[in-house]
C-alpha cells in the first residue's frame, strides 16, 4: 500500500519518524516544494544587487544605500535561532509557510514603495521571512532520511545559492532594464506560489511529536543581545570611530542583553538554543568552524570585486564574470562530494579536505598582484569554491548527526546563526584592515608622484586622486583608474587645457611648456597607476588576514569527532557528549 504525506498517529510525547513512514514520492515532492522556497530566498539577495543602482537613482536615497542589505541581514541573522526552536515546537511545515508569506508580503511592499526608507523598512521583512525559509529548509533532509542519506540532499540544498548567483544578476538586469526594477519583487510571487503548492499539498507537519514551549523572554533577549551588536559590525566606520560613545553604547547593551539571556536560558527547559547543545563537542567546534567559514566565504565575495575593478580597472560586468568559477566549482563538488559520503557514512575528510582547498584558494587570492589578470582571479575563485561547495553542506551534516532528532531544527538553526554571524564579523575586521591599509597604500604610492608635479597643478592632483573619496567610495567609473577611459580623457582634457591658457601668456615658452606638459600627463598616469596598486596591496592584505582565519577553520575541523552516519535513526534522541 502506497504511503501518504500524512503522518501516522502518535502518543503524546512520541517522536514521529518521517524517514520511515514517507514515500519516496511524497519525499521527492516536498524536498522540490522547499527547496523552491529555499531558492526564493537565495535569489532575492542577487537579483535586488543588480538593480539597486537603479533604485537609487530613482528613489534618490545614496545615504541609506547600504541599509537595504543591512536591514535584510539584520532581520534573517537575529530570527534564524529564533525560527529554528519554532520549527522543532510547531513543525516545519507551518514556520515554512509562516516565512514564505512574510517574504511575499515583504516583496510586494517593496515594489510599492515610494522612497528609499520605505524600501529599508520593507527589506527587514522580507529578511523577517527569509529567516524562516532559511533555518527551516536545512532541517527538512534530517526529518525525511536518515543519516547515512541525508549527505545527498544536503549537497542538493547546498548548490540552490550557487545557482541563484547565477540566474539572479542576468535576470535582475533583465527586469530593470525593460519591465522596470519593481519587478525584481513582484517576481517573487509566482515563485512563492509554486512552492506553497508544493508545501501546502504534499508535506506533512514535519514536527518532532514532543511537547516544547517557546521561551519568548529568551527571544527578546537573543534580540537585544544581537541586533545592537550586528548594527555596530554593519557600521562603515574609520578605527578610532569604534571609541566613540555611540558604538561603546550599543556594544554594552549588546553585553548586558547576552548576560540576561544566558542568565535565562540556563534555567529553561525549552531553550532557544539548548545549552545541552553546547555540552556537545563537536556542536561548539563546528559552530565555531562557521564562524571561520562564514568570514572567509565573506571576505572572498566581497572584496573580490573591489579588487577586479578598482586594482585591475575591469568593469562591474567583467568583475561579475571573474566570479562564475567560483559557483562552476561550488555546484559539482558539493553534488559529487554528497554523493560519496553518502556512500561511505564519512564526511570528516570531505570537511578537512574542504577546508585545505579553501585555503589554498585564499592563498592563491593573496597572491594577486596589479598585473595579474581576470583569468587569474577565475583560477583562484575555481580553486576557492572546490573548498566551499563540500564544506557547507557537510557541516550542517555533521551537526544534525550529533544532536537528538527533536533538537534538529534548533541545532541546524544555530550552525547558521553563528556562520551569519561570522560574515558580520568578516564585515567588520576585514573592512577595517582595508580601509586602513588602504590609506596607507594611497599615501606611500602617491605621495612621491605627486612630489615630482609642478607645484601650480598640486590643486587638480589631489582634485584628481582624493584619498578620502577613494578610501570611502573606491574607484567610479568618473575616477582615475577605472579603467573605462572617461577618467582620464578628462585629466588629458584639463592638463592640455592649462598649458594651452599658459602659452597665450605673452612671453611664454611654447617648447619648455610642451616638455611640462607632457610630464604632467605621464605622472597622471603614474597617479592612476598608483590607485591600483594601492587597492591591489589592501585587498590582498584582507586576503592574507582571511587565509589566517581558514587555516584556523581546519585546525578546527581536525579536532572535530567525526560520528559515523547511521543507517537509521536510533528509537531514543541522545546527545553526543564529545
Same mark, same amino acid.
Given at each position: 500500500?502506497?504511503?501518504?504525506?500524512?503522518?501516522?498517529?502518535?502518543?503524546?510525547?512520541?517522536?514521529?519518524?518521517?524517514?520511515?513512514?514517507? #514515500?519516496?514520492?511524497?519525499?521527492?515532492?516536498?524536498?522540490?516544494?522547499?527547496?523552491?522556497?529555499?531558492?526564493?530566498?537565495?535569489?532575492?539577495?542577487?537579483?535586488?544587487?543588480?538593480?539597486?543602482?537603479?533604485?537609487? #537613482?530613482?528613489?534618490?536615497?545614496?545615504?541609506?544605500?547600504?541599509? !537595504? #542589505?543591512?536591514?535584510?541581514?539584520? /532581520?534573517?541573522?537575529?530570527?534564524?535561532?529564533?525560527?529554528?526552536?519554532?520549527?522543532?515546537? %510547531?513543525?516545519?511545515?507551518?514556520?515554512?509557510?509562516?516565512?514564505?508569506?512574510?517574504?511575499?508580503?515583504?516583496?510586494?511592499?517593496?515594489?510599492?514603495?515610494?522612497?528609499?526608507?520605505?524600501?529599508?523598512?520593507?527589506?527587514?521583512?522580507?529578511?523577517?521571512?527569509?529567516?524562516?525559509?532559511?533555518?527551516?529548509?536545512?532541517?527538512?533532509?534530517?526529518?525525511?532520511?536518515?543519516?547515512?542519506?541525508?549527505?545527498?540532499?544536503?549537497?542538493?540544498?547546498?548548490?540552490?545559492?550557487?545557482? =541563484?548567483?547565477?540566474?539572479?544578476?542576468?535576470?535582475?538586469?533583465?527586469?530593470?532594464? !525593460?519591465?522596470?526594477?519593481?519587478?525584481?519583487?513582484?517576481?517573487?510571487?509566482?515563485?512563492?506560489?509554486?512552492?506553497?503548492?508544493?508545501?501546502?499539498?504534499?508535506?506533512?507537519?514535519?514536527? =518532532?511529536?514532543?511537547?516544547?514551549?517557546?521561551?519568548?523572554?529568551?527571544?527578546?533577549?537573543?534580540?537585544?543581545?544581537?541586533?545592537?551588536?550586528?548594527?555596530?559590525?554593519?557600521?562603515?566606520? $574609520?578605527?578610532?570611530?569604534?571609541?566613540? $560613545?555611540?558604538?561603546?553604547?550599543?556594544?554594552?547593551? #549588546?553585553?548586558?542583553?547576552?548576560?540576561?539571556?544566558?542568565?535565562?536560558?540556563?534555567?529553561?527547559?525549552?531553550?532557544?538554543?539548548? %545549552?545541552?547543545?553546547?555540552?556537545?563537542?563537536?556542536?561548539?567546534?563546528?559552530?565555531?568552524? =562557521?564562524?571561520?567559514?562564514?568570514?572567509?566565504?565573506?571576505?572572498?565575495?566581497?572584496?573580490?570585486?573591489?579588487? /577586479?575593478?578598482?586594482?585591475?580597472?575591469?568593469?562591474? +560586468?567583467?568583475?561579475?564574470?571573474?566570479?562564475?568559477?567560483? &559557483?562552476?566549482?561550488?555546484?559539482?563538488? =558539493?553534488?559529487?562530494?554528497?554523493?560519496?559520503?553518502?556512500?561511505?557514512?564519512?564526511?570528516?575528510?570531505?570537511?578537512?579536505?574542504?577546508?585545505?582547498?579553501?585555503?589554498?584558494?585564499?592563498?592563491?587570492?593573496?597572491?594577486?598582484?596589479?598585473?595579474? !589578470?581576470?583569468?587569474?582571479?577565475?583560477?583562484?575563485?575555481?580553486?576557492?569554491?572546490?573548498?566551499?561547495?563540500?564544506?557547507?553542506?557537510?557541516?550542517?551534516?555533521?551537526?544534525?548527526?550529533?544532536?537528538? /532528532?527533536?533538537?534538529?531544527? !534548533?541545532? &541546524?538553526?544555530?550552525?547558521?546563526?553563528?556562520?551569519?554571524?561570522?560574515?558580520?564579523?568578516?564585515?567588520?575586521?576585514?573592512?577595517? *584592515?582595508?580601509?586602513?591599509?588602504?590609506?596607507?597604500?594611497? &599615501?606611500?604610492?602617491?605621495?612621491?608622484? +605627486?612630489?615630482?608635479?609642478?607645484?601650480?597643478?598640486?590643486?587638480?592632483?589631489?582634485?584628481?586622486?582624493?584619498?578620502?573619496?577613494?578610501?570611502?567610495?573606491?574607484?567610479?567609473?568618473?575616477?582615475?583608474?577605472?579603467?573605462?577611459?572617461?577618467?582620464?580623457?578628462?585629466?588629458?582634457?584639463?592638463?592640455?587645457?592649462?598649458?594651452?591658457?599658459?602659452?597665450?601668456?605673452?612671453?611664454?615658452?611654447?617648447?619648455?611648456? &610642451?616638455?611640462?606638459?607632457?610630464?604632467?600627463?605621464?605622472?597622471?598616469?603614474?597617479?592612476?597607476?598608483?590607485?591600483?596598486?594601492?587597492?591591489?596591496?589592501?585587498?590582498?592584505?584582507?586576503?592574507?588576514?582571511?587565509?589566517?582565519?581558514?587555516?584556523?577553520?581546519?585546525?578546527?575541523?581536525?579536532?572535530?569527532?567525526? *560520528? $559515523?552516519?547511521?543507517? /537509521?535513526? $536510533?528509537?531514543?534522541?541522545?546527545?553526543?557528549?564529545?
Amino acid at each position: 500500500m502506497t504511503m501518504t504525506a500524512t503522518a501516522p498517529a502518535t502518543m503524546p510525547g512520541e517522536r514521529i519518524d518521517y524517514a520511515n513512514t514517507l #514515500s519516496p514520492r511524497t519525499k521527492a515532492l516536498v524536498l522540490a516544494g522547499v527547496m523552491m522556497g529555499l531558492f526564493l530566498a537565495a535569489l532575492d539577495q542577487t537579483i535586488v544587487a543588480t538593480a539597486l543602482p537603479r533604485i537609487v #537613482s530613482e528613489l534618490q536615497g545614496m545615504e541609506l544605500f547600504a541599509w !537595504t #542589505s543591512t536591514s535584510y541581514l539584520l /532581520a534573517s541573522t537575529t530570527m534564524v535561532p529564533i525560527y529554528g526552536k519554532l520549527s522543532d515546537s %510547531f513543525g516545519r511545515k507551518t514556520v515554512i509557510l509562516v516565512g514564505i508569506g512574510i517574504f511575499l508580503l515583504g516583496s510586494v511592499l517593496c515594489g510599492l514603495a515610494g522612497s528609499m526608507l520605505a524600501l529599508v523598512i520593507f527589506r527587514g521583512i522580507q529578511g523577517l521571512g527569509a529567516a524562516a525559509i532559511t533555518s527551516t529548509a536545512f532541517a527538512v533532509p534530517a526529518d525525511l532520511f536518515v543519516p547515512a542519506e541525508r549527505a545527498r540532499y544536503q549537497g542538493i540544498f547546498g548548490t540552490v545559492f550557487a545557482v =541563484s548567483s547565477i540566474i539572479g544578476p542576468v535576470l535582475g538586469g533583465t527586469l530593470t532594464d !525593460t519591465v522596470g526594477w519593481r519587478w525584481v519583487f513582484f517576481i517573487n510571487l509566482p515563485l512563492g506560489a509554486i512552492a506553497v503548492a508544493f508545501i501546502v499539498s504534499k508535506m506533512p507537519r514535519l514536527h =518532532s511529536g514532543l511537547a516544547s514551549k517557546v521561551d519568548w523572554l529568551g527571544a527578546l533577549l537573543l534580540i537585544v543581545a544581537t541586533v545592537p551588536f550586528l548594527l555596530t559590525l554593519r557600521g562603515n566606520r $574609520p578605527l578610532e570611530a569604534w571609541l566613540s $560613545p555611540e558604538v561603546l553604547g550599543m556594544l554594552a547593551l #549588546s553585553l548586558v542583553g547576552l548576560v540576561l539571556f544566558i542568565l535565562v536560558e540556563r534555567r529553561t527547559p525549552h531553550a532557544i538554543i539548548p %545549552f545541552a547543545l553546547f555540552r556537545s563537542r563537536v556542536f561548539v567546534l563546528v559552530c565555531l568552524t =562557521s564562524v571561520c567559514t562564514g568570514a572567509a566565504f565573506f571576505a572572498a565575495l566581497l572584496f573580490l570585486s573591489i579588487f /577586479a575593478v578598482n586594482g585591475l580597472g575591469a568593469t562591474a +560586468r567583467e568583475a561579475g564574470m571573474a566570479m562564475m568559477p567560483l &559557483t562552476a566549482a561550488v555546484v559539482p563538488t =558539493s553534488l559529487l562530494t554528497a554523493r560519496l559520503v553518502s556512500r561511505t557514512g564519512r564526511y570528516k575528510a570531505v570537511i578537512v579536505g574542504g577546508l585545505v582547498m579553501l585555503c589554498l584558494g585564499l592563498f592563491l587570492l593573496s597572491r594577486l598582484t596589479a598585473e595579474s !589578470t581576470l583569468w587569474d582571479i577565475g583560477m583562484s575563485t575555481f580553486v576557492f569554491g572546490c573548498g566551499m561547495g563540500p564544506v557547507l553542506p557537510m557541516l550542517t551534516l555533521s551537526i544534525q548527526n550529533a544532536v537528538p /532528532a527533536h533538537q534538529v531544527g !534548533t541545532a &541546524t538553526a544555530g550552525r547558521q546563526f553563528f556562520q551569519q554571524l561570522g560574515q558580520a564579523l568578516g564585515s567588520a575586521i576585514f573592512g577595517i *584592515i582595508l580601509t586602513s591599509s588602504l590609506a596607507n597604500a594611497l &599615501t606611500d604610492t602617491l605621495g612621491p608622484v +605627486r612630489a615630482e608635479v609642478p607645484v601650480a597643478m598640486h590643486a587638480q592632483f589631489d582634485r584628481w586622486f582624493d584619498t578620502e573619496r577613494l578610501q570611502k567610495g573606491g574607484v567610479s567609473e568618473e575616477s582615475p583608474g577605472a579603467g573605462q577611459g572617461s577618467a582620464s580623457t578628462r585629466i588629458t582634457d584639463e592638463v592640455r587645457a592649462h598649458y594651452d591658457t599658459l602659452r597665450r601668456e605673452p612671453g611664454a615658452n611654447e617648447e619648455a611648456l &610642451t616638455r611640462e606638459e607632457a610630464r604632467v600627463l605621464e605622472l597622471g598616469r603614474a597617479g592612476e597607476q598608483a590607485v591600483r596598486l594601492s587597492f591591489t596591496r589592501a585587498v590582498t592584505r584582507v586576503y592574507d588576514w582571511a587565509l589566517l582565519v581558514g587555516l584556523c577553520a581546519l585546525i578546527l575541523a581536525l579536532f572535530t569527532r567525526e *560520528i $559515523p552516519l547511521r543507517k /537509521a535513526n $536510533p528509537p531514543e534522541p541522545s546527545l553526543a557528549s564529545e
